[in-house]
């Protein structure tokens, strides 16, 4: 935390006038309406809402636009970090927001590796559909808690 | 599936509820006004969520949080208007946390001249 708050990325950021953080911050907000969006309506049918759509026809979709949106928030918060990255030694909520994130990218992949999310065919059997659902449901609480956890940082 | 849905539905709607609740930033300090009266041993600096100063008084040391620095400025107060080493009188909150020595900072006075950065809050 020392050592971001040290780097030349932190002190570009901090001689950058008194909108810098703001508009890091907005980009920061950007990402994560990109990341979340998108991934609400990719969770929701794999639990099943809207079944008749096909699970790629939705992947294709969904995929591509939370993936783009967590570089833009993973880029930014790195960031923020550098800003005052000292402020935040002792603050519980970073640790929780960054495992929270990291338990949801091991979902993403491990469902990405379920043969029921490769099978490209549009009726999905029973424990697909359960595997699908548990996928879904993990990666909307964990998503859910990074995003609360990140807001209540700066409430600390 | 349904009832899997409504309860992951009802996790995210009560968490963004908790997050709405806790949106006050001065929550976390005291009710009352708090003032002193110290050598500023770190200037203003006008990045990051807030703008900040540290003040010594006698031997603590504390952690002056001002406004958002956009905020900062338009009070008149830039990164060079007072110098290191400089008497000033800061009134704002303390951090309910007592072993915390900071103050959310309403008002800096310096060289008989006032800074209020939240006049909105008298």
């Known amino acids: 935390m020392i050592w971001i708050e040290g780097s030349a990325l932190g002190d570009a950021i901090r001689a950058s006038g008194v909108w810098a953080y703001g508009v890091v911050n907005l980009v920061h907000i950007a990402g994560i309406a990109l990341l979340f969006g998108s991934m609400v309506i990719l969770d929701l049918r794999l639990l099943g809402w809207r079944r008749e759509l096909p699970l790629t026809a939705v992947t294709s979709i969904t995929v591509p636009i939370a993936s783009t949106g967590f570089v833009i928030a993973a880029l930014s918060g790195i960031c923020l970090l550098s800003v005052n990255g000292g402020e935040y030694i002792g603050n519980p909520f970073l640790p929780i927001k960054i495992a929270a994130i990291a338990l949801a990218l091991v979902n993403a992949v491990a469902l990405s590796r379920l043969s029921a999310w490769r099978m490209k065919q549009s009726v999905e059997s029973a424990g697909a559909k359960m595997h699908l659902a548990i996928g879904g449901g993990l990666s909307l609480l964990f998503w859910s808690i990074a995003i609360c956890a990140g807001r209540m940082i700066g409430y600390w | ?122």
């Open chain 2, 1 to 122: 599936m349904k009832g899997l849905h409504t309860i992951f539905t009802a996790i995210v709607l009560s968490l963004v509820a908790s997050i709405a609740a806790a949106h006050h930033g001065w929550n976390g300090n005291g009710e009352e006004q708090f003032e002193l009266t110290g050598i500023v041993e770190a200037p203003v600096s006008l990045s990051g969520p807030h703008a900040t100063m540290k003040i010594r008084v006698g031997e603590q040391l504390w952690d002056i949080t001002l406004a958002p620095p956009a905020r900062t400025e338009r009070a008149g107060l830039q990164e060079a208007t007072i110098p290191v080493g400089a008497k000033v009188t800061i009134s704002g909150h303390r951090n309910s946390d007592p072993k915390r020595f900071e103050v959310k900072t309403e008002r800096v006075t310096y060289n008989g001249k006032l800074y209020n950065v939240y006049p909105d809050r008298e």
